[in-house]
């Protein structure tokens, strides 16, 4: 029988067995504080359709991420998220999962993912995987089986009902539009889907589901990866009794109706996987990223469960929801997360979001703006995700003709909805040819600010925004205040600048952001926190800041200014 092990086999298996930081070792906190490595780390998402194209054939790969390792390294990340790389149709560009235990060829195969697996390694990369658990892709085995017959093994994998009224069986809406129910002629019944008709959703009621998504994460464990992000978890539950959901006034951008969606998201029942899930990820060491997309911060709460027995990183996006430059507004929302008694997870752009760069730029300072949003959100109490490209100043793409859109909902909603191509365009490397991603056709297509806005150019320029978030992501991972020290913020009436301190014993760093696009003078008085004659020395600031004196600090439109005080 051993003989059925070829060389490679073993190889493969020693070597994932090496590239499997003990469980322990992952859980150990890295400071007296009790932090564990996630909590000191800054996570970068990778789109890897886009990220970096080996091959050349206009689609980013694995191997094109292994090359790019030293220039994340020196960008200060300790985590990359890769969106999914599985095999897939592509139908929501690998948010359509066929096999979750392999690397879509597009991509490369599992021997790419060893080894960049194995080159993060070496330079104290995590690798996070992307875990679609709500629903496969329609040519799923699973599915393929169970939508054959009635009577099929994995009929009960997923969720089927007879029509109602010669309908589907219920009101219940898509979020890509039309009904969530799909018909299928070979056993007239209806399955749902809350995504597209080739995602159809999984059915966590049934203990075999469960058994199997969580043998996929031990299978990735096993191959070293440090945890997941996990897409979708508000959704994967659906009320067993299939009442309506109770329909609200007006149509969406797709043209359905509005719906309160009480009975097809967010059910108490997440929580019970959440906490089993977590447990699996516990025995290995790993840390689990939740696509938590909130209204509040109670139910933000509960996706770190009691006792912090669920979700060690629900992400934040009502910060992200914050769409315009507003100082009282951040304020608002850093305090509301600050103090909920989790440890904050802080993103402001990603694949499903116009990028950052648009969202808050005026058109005329955006570089300054973008540099003031890393100001922010990278020196806050908690884990930032940040998102490729926004450190470069990406802007979106959006397509200019409905033909040009590649993503089904940017086809469903145009114009009104372009879809998410335009946050989804290839990296920018250098000034040449499609950015330097390619020598093919990219598979989007990259926009004129690449000549300007590229990882080349950008090194060169020691006022870019690249230099300024390396600089502030060495100072974050070198000060002790911005890694462990409390959030007290400061002058909370300004309604133009943002002031806070990072405090952390008897030192502490101040940060002050001008929301605004006009100058401003604040005046500090430190005394309440404890620093009655603060010294402070800058540490990292934008062009136009002058003299250092916080009882009359003088700060340019958008100015960053950050300082060491001492007393
Ligand atoms: C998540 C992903 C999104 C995808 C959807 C369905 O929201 O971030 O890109 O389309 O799930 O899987």
Request: aromatic fraction near 12%; charged fraction near 25%.
């Amino acid at each position: 029988m051993t003989r059925l092990f070829s060389r490679s086999a073993v190889f493969a298996a020693v070597l994932a067995a090496l590239l499997a930081l003990p469980a322990a070792a992952q859980n150990r906190p890295v400071d007296s504080e009790g932090h564990q490595w996630w909590q000191h780390a800054v996570f970068y998402e990778i789109y890897p359709r886009s990220y970096a194209d080996s091959n050349n054939d206009g689609i980013g790969d694995l191997e094109g991420i292994t090359s790019k390792l030293g220039y994340l390294k020196d960008l200060g990340v300790d985590a990359i998220w890769i969106t999914p790389c599985y095999p897939s149709p592509q139908v929501d560009f690998g948010y359509d999962v066929s096999d979750y235990e392999n690397i879509d060829p597009m991509y490369g195969t599992l021997k790419d993912f060893d080894h960049l697996a194995h080159e993060s390694q070496k330079r104290g990369i995590h690798i996070i995987m992307d875990f679609v658990m709500n629903h496969t892709s329609d040519q799923h085995k699973w599915f393929i089986d169970s939508r054959s017959s009635r009577t099929s093994a994995y009929r009960d994998w997923y969720i089927w009902r007879d029509g109602k009224n010669g309908g589907p069986p219920n009101n219940w809406i898509s979020i890509f539009g039309g009904p969530a129910w799909k018909l299928d002629p070979q056993t007239s019944q209806y399955y749902y889907h809350y995504f597209y008709p080739q995602q159809p959703d999984l059915n966590w009621r049934n203990p075999a589901v469960e058994k199997a998504m969580f043998d996929v994460t031990r299978w990735w464990y096993e191959r070293g990866v440090s945890g997941f992000r996990l897409d979708a978890v508000d959704t994967l539950f659906e009320d067993p009794d299939l009442h309506d959901n109770p329909v609200l006034p007006g149509t969406n951008k797709y043209g359905d109706p509005n719906q309160q969606e009480i009975y097809d998201r967010r059910l108490p029942e997440v929580h019970d996987v959440l906490r089993d899930l977590r447990k699996v990820a516990d025995e290995h060491g790993a840390v689990l990223i939740g696509e938590t997309w909130t209204n509040n911060i109670d139910e933000l709460k509960q996706y770190y469960g009691g006792h912090g027995k669920e979700l060690q990183m629900p992400m934040d996006f009502m910060f992200a929801m914050v769409n315009r430059l507003s100082a009282p507004e951040f304020r608002r929302q850093i305090a509301t997360v600050d103090s909920a008694g989790g440890w904050p997870v802080y993103v402001i752009s990603n694949h499903d979001i116009v990028r950052s760069y648009d969202r808050y730029g005026d058109g005329q300072h955006n570089d300054a703006i973008a540099k003031l949003m890393a100001g922010l959100y990278l020196t806050l109490r908690g884990t930032p995700i940040m998102y490729y490209g926004e450190e470069i100043g990406m802007e979106n793409n959006d397509p200019k003709r409905k033909e040009d859109v590649k993503d089904p909902i940017g086809k469903l909603g145009w114009p009104v909805d372009k879809g998410r191509d335009g946050e989804r365009t290839p990296m920018q490397w250098t000034d040449g040819p499609n950015a330097g991603f390619t020598s093919a056709t990219p598979w989007l297509p990259v926009p004129p600010s690449s000549a300007t806005h590229n990882v080349a150019s950008e090194s060169k320029d020691p006022d870019s925004v690249l230099e300024f978030y390396k600089h502030l992501l060495k100072l974050r991972h070198q000060n002790p205040a911005l890694l462990e020290g409390e959030y007290v913020p400061l002058n909370q009436d300004d309604p133009n600048v943002l002031s806070y301190l990072r405090r952390y014993k008897d030192e502490a760093v101040l940060v002050v952001l001008n929301m605004s696009g006009s100058a401003q003078k604040v005046s500090l008085d430190l005394g309440a926190q404890g620093f009655p004659a603060a010294k402070v020395s800058t540490l990292l600031s934008t062009p136009g800041q002058q003299g250092n004196k916080i009882s009359e600090l003088s700060l340019a439109p958008f100015a960053v200014y950050i300082a060491e005080v001492s007393k």
